[in-house]
Structure formats: C-alpha cells, structure tokens
C-alpha cells in the first residue's frame, strides 16, 4: 500500500506561483499529479517515472520533478489563471497511466482574478 500526502496548496492572484509536494511513502515507479476543478471531471497534469521521463498533459506552466531519495514529487505552477483552481492530487502506480491505483487526499488549489 503506498500512501501519499500532498501539500503546497491554497490560494493566489492570478498570474502567480504554487508549488505542490506530495511526499510517498514507498518507492513507486511513477508519480504523478490530477486535478479535478469544479464541476469538471478529473484530468491528467504530469507525471514522471523512475527514469526520469516526463509527461505533462496541460501546456507549459506546469513542470514536475521528482526526488528520488525522498519519495516526493513536486509540481512547479506558474502564471496560474483562474481556469486552473481545482483540488490536485498526487498519484501513484507501477506504471504511469491515466489511472493510478493509489491516491492522495488532495490539497486545493484557488486562483482569483
């Protein structure tokens, strides 16, 4: 069992930074971040393996990196918009897939105007 814990999340203007971390722990392979805003389903953000390939489904605010020695990932978000307030959530599994068996509770994200 692989449990995550997020944190970084809360509130910012528009136009300004976050960065998430999501600590497992055990080693997974691959680590990775969703979020869900309201009223939208949940969608992929970036993920990042063992090896240390990347793959980010959203444009290019958003860059992932990964600790190896500390089980923890990350997620630098800049020039946020409003569009992008949702709860994100850090995933984990064997493999990097649109769904992770393992999940954290989630640390929210708000972006105002």
């Known amino acids: 069992q692989v449990q995550l814990v997020e944190s970084g999340g809360g509130s910012v203007q528009a136009g300004g930074s976050l960065r998430l971390s999501c600590a497992a722990s055990?080693?997974?392979?691959?680590l990775g971040w969703f979020r869900q805003g309201p009223g939208k389903d949940r969608e992929r953000v970036a993920d990042?393996?063992?090896?240390?390939t990347t793959t980010y489904a959203l444009e290019g605010r958003f860059t992932i990196s990964r600790d190896l020695s500390k089980n923890a990932v990350y997620l630098q978000m800049n020039n946020l918009e409003p569009e992008d307030t949702a709860m994100y959530f850090c995933a984990a599994d064997s493999k990097c897939t649109a769904q992770p068996r393992y999940w954290g509770q989630g640390t929210q994200v708000t972006v105002s105007s």
């Open positions: 055990v080693y997974t392979y691959c």
């Open positions: 990042s393996n063992y090896a240390g």
